[in-house]
């Protein structure tokens, strides 16, 4: 990074200081690792693979050929309104920031609780994912594992583990391992575009374009039987689901270089890349398919089935690997940002045990208590929810449908509390990736209209209890917040406080050796 100079460190550092925050992280993410690091998150190969039968399951073809763009433009949409908010508050834990300034300290709490909700389950699923496309590609088969509770919970926790350990030394050696993953993101999904080309039986390109409705049996049950309209608005969870996480160039927003230039930067590009290489992968897919009504019949097993029958046993081996590397680093990604959005939270005194929380190492500048417990609630959570079941579906199924609903429901309450404050007291300086106000509020009303369908899609069978999950948080959040939060919690430093703080921040930056 020849070209961060000591003018743009100041910089950097003079904008965390006047929203009360000393430099204690250490600035070494570059433009492209900040990119890198919520491209990796995104990771087409984890969430394009891994749900891809919500698609072929579901509308077929053109759940894909029109779904998938349709999908990644409503990520879009809240990717530019939060790029436009990161800009001008680059701090780590960006949305809990945002949602305090903009609004109130009850809207930054709520924003917090949300997001780290999402986060901590997403981390789970993720790693879960990771675990069963192990077991269906080399796990079982070369491996002779068997899928128990004790296998799953035993391979999260050395990935976990793995994951955590990473992090915890330092933000240098997390970086170049994000960027590498960017490059393997890229270059595999390139390779099993192609490949998946060379095994095509033949070139319809017509039925990415074709609507089909095999939801019910038909479709190995993935979806339950209803019409095709809806079955193919369901298909949109596909995209929607995969194209998230790139709230994480927000999170290492104080470890990025030039933040109020390459975080916003970082999360539209990562948005618009994914979305694009993801399209040309699946499309290449879906043209490889040998007929759609059988690939339907096999649900989630879709595609182990299909590379199975069309692709050379070595190639397909090779690109596996590729594959689960890839939902490897992932994973690693976004104990990143979890562990920043648990830093941010617990240094104004959000969570219980913050000081210990907020802490970070002197010598691998990470806030180490904050990778190693959003690691080890996101094992703690696949375990509990996966041995309770409501019916015949494990609440762990069930609480996964959710997170999509919680972290975009955490991305919409700043945007629109953006849209509201605009011009006013609490937000009268934009950054310097300024869209401009028409702009703005034009993609705050849409993030907003995104949301109610999220929310919509997001409860539909089979995941009808992610209502009754999604209520009853509300609930629980307003007990807490009214009955204990509200009195002691105080927020992020505002006005009068921030001033106070300046002689705190010396101390902590002399303690990292900041200077």
Partial sequence: ?????????????????????????????????????????????????????????????????????????????FAVAMAQISSAYPTAGGLYHWGSILGNRFTGWLTAWFNLLGLVTVLGAINVGTYYFFMGSLGT??????????????????????????????????????????????ATAIALAV???????????????????????????????????WVFLLGLLLPIYTITGYDASAHTSEETVKAAHSVPRGMVSSVLWSALFGYIMLCAFVLMLPNMEEAAKQGWNVFFWAMDSQVNIIVKDVLYFAIFVSQWLCGLATVTSVSRMIFAFSRDGGLPASKALAKVSPKFRTPVAAIWTGSILAVLFVWGSSLVSIGETPV??????????????????PIT???????????????????GEGMFKLFAILSILAMV???????????????????????????????????????????????????????????????
Wanted: proline share 3%.
């Fill in 417 to 435: 509390l953006g849209l509201l404050a605009w011009g006013t007291s609490k937000w009268d300086k934009m950054g310097p990736w300024n869209l």
């Fill in 141 to 186: 088969s070369y491996f002779g594992l068997t899928d128990t509770t004790t296998v799953r919970i035993v391979f999260l926790v050395v990935i976990t583990g793995a994951q955590a350990l990473v992090n915890h030394m330092g933000i240098g050696l997390t970086a170049k391992l994000t960027d590498f993953s960017g490059y393997l993101i890229f």
């Fill in 1 to 77: 990074m020849s070209d961060y100079t000591d003018h743009d460190k100041k910089q950097d550092t003079h904008i965390l200081h006047s929203m009360g925050y000393a430099q204690e992280l250490e600035r070494r993410l570059s433009a492209f690792s900040n990119f890198a690091v919520s491209f990796s998150i995104i990771c087409i190969l984890s969430g394009g693979i891994n749900s891809l039968a919500q698609a072929t399951s579901g509308a077929g073809g053109a759940a894909i050929g029109i779904g998938w763009p349709v999908g990644c433009f409503v990520s879009l949409v």
């Fill in 396 to 413: 762990y199924t069930i609480v996964v449908s959710c997170t999509v609903i919680f972290l975009f429901f955490s991305f919409a309450i």
């Fill in 453 to 515: 369908l999220i929310f919509v899609l997001g409860i539909q069978p089979p995941n009808d209890w992610a209502l009754y999950i999604t209520v009853g948080f509300l609930v629980l959040t307003a007990i807490i917040w009214f009955g204990f939060e509200n009195r002691r919690f105080k927020g992020p430093p505002i006005g009068e406080e921030v001033a106070r703080r300046q002689a705190e921040i010396a101390a902590a930056e002399k303690a990292v050796g900041e200077r």
């Fill in 195 to 229: 490949v998946c080309l060379l095994a095509a039986p033949s070139y319809e390109f017509s039925r990415l374009f074709t609507f089909a409705n095999y939801s019910g049996e038909t479709g190995g049950n993935v979806w339950p039987e209803t019409s095709g309209a």
